[in-house]
């Protein structure tokens, strides 16, 4: 176990049985040792459950408008599911007095795609650690080693932002990131076109990436509406553009690039890169970023008058 692991299982129990919290909301070990699985624990005993290594992936902060509705939850949190916090509370989906954040500085997390391409059988690994040169892949027969570029997800190959932007108690340091990953997407307009028409026709509108993401919480959907009809359920890549485009625009200023959707993907779409493009258009234009604590509300809440106008800028 390792001294982090320890120390969040120490915290949790410190706060269960000193607090008012209804829960504690975490990882837990998963069905293979590449994985883990969220865990909700409400009884001091049972911390030991909580588990921090990674696989560490889930975005915990899309179970808060639910449980911290109207009970103090604690919360075992990376900074990108910090960011997401934020954005609730700014949000006013959940109450800061009603989260109490464990949170940790981050080295990145993995891409169970990326770790099948290596050398080992995925079946043969027994566990996964961070060390200073990457990644340690422990399996039954040896360790090996594996650059950060060769098997954490795509978000955090560009994450910049690897420590706890607000908590009650922080664990662990940020490790900061060896390669910034260049944009995958072709920069001309018609290249850009013709790239997300490749990957739009794949898209089979499961809505995993709907479902997954923190910042997606309305009572009803857009794409679910029958009146007004905004998008028809066909898997054509015209209505996959139709889904993807205004649930873009929806995220606007919103998007704190967890990268949960990419991750949860059947047919590797890579949303969060879309996402991640709309962020920058956001932070160019109105210095604005998602998640940042020293804002008050979401960008499209706020008034300035010298924001930028379309209208009047061509
Ligand atoms: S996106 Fe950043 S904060 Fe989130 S897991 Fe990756 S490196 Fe950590
Ligand atoms: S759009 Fe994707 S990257 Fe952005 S907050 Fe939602 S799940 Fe995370
Ligand atoms: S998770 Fe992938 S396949 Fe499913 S709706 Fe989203 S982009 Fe389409």
Redesign the pocket.
């Known amino acids: 176990m390792s001294d982090i692991e320890n120390k969040i299982r120490e915290e949790a129990k410190k706060a269960l049985e000193s607090s008012d919290l209804s829960v504690v909301i975490g990882w837990g070990a998963g069905s293979v040792p590449f994985k883990t699985t969220p865990v909700f624990i409400d009884k001091a005993e049972d911390v030991d459950k909580l588990v921090w290594n990674p696989a560490c992936v889930n975005n915990l902060a899309i179970y808060l408008p639910k449980l911290a509705a109207d009970k103090k939850v604690g919360i075992v949190a990376k900074p990108c599911d910090i960011r997401s916090i934020i954005a609730l509370i700014q949000e006013k989906q959940i109450k800061r007095e009603n989260v109490y954040i464990i949170g940790l500085g981050c080295a990145g997390v993995v891409d169970a795609f990326n770790l099948d391409s290596q050398d080992f059988h995925l079946q043969d690994v027994t566990g996964l650690d961070w060390t200073n040169e990457g990644l340690k892949v422990s399996t039954t027969s040896c360790d090996y080693t594996l650059s950060c570029s060769d098997c954490l997800r795509d978000m955090c190959l560009v994450c910049t932002k690897r420590e706890p932007a607000m908590f009650d108690v922080k664990l662990g340091e940020a490790a900061k990131p060896s390669e910034i990953r260049e944009s995958l997407i072709p920069e001309l307009a018609e290249e850009r076109k013709a790239y997300w028409n490749e990957?739009?026709s794949?898209?089979?509108?499961?809505?995993?990436?709907?479902q997954v993401c923190p910042a997606c919480y309305c009572k009803v959907c857009f794409a679910d509406r029958v009146e007004p009809k905004w998008t028809a359920k066909k898997?054509t890549a015209e209505e996959?553009w139709m889904?993807?485009a205004t649930r873009m625009m929806h995220l606007v200023g919103r998007c704190i690039g967890c990268g949960e959707?990419?991750r949860?993907?059947?047919?590797?779409?890579p949303?969060a890169e879309l996402a991640r493009e709309m962020a920058e258009a956001v932070k160019k234009t109105y210095d604005y970023e998602a998640g940042d604590p020293n804002q008050e509300s979401p960008v499209l809440g706020q008034y300035n008058e010298n924001d930028f106008d379309p209208a009047h800028h061509g």
């Not at 949860?264 to 779409?269: L, S």
């Open positions: 990957q739009f794949k898209c089979i509108r499961c809505y995993a990436c709907r898997a996959a889904f993807h959707c990419e949860v993907c059947p047919v590797g779409i949303i």
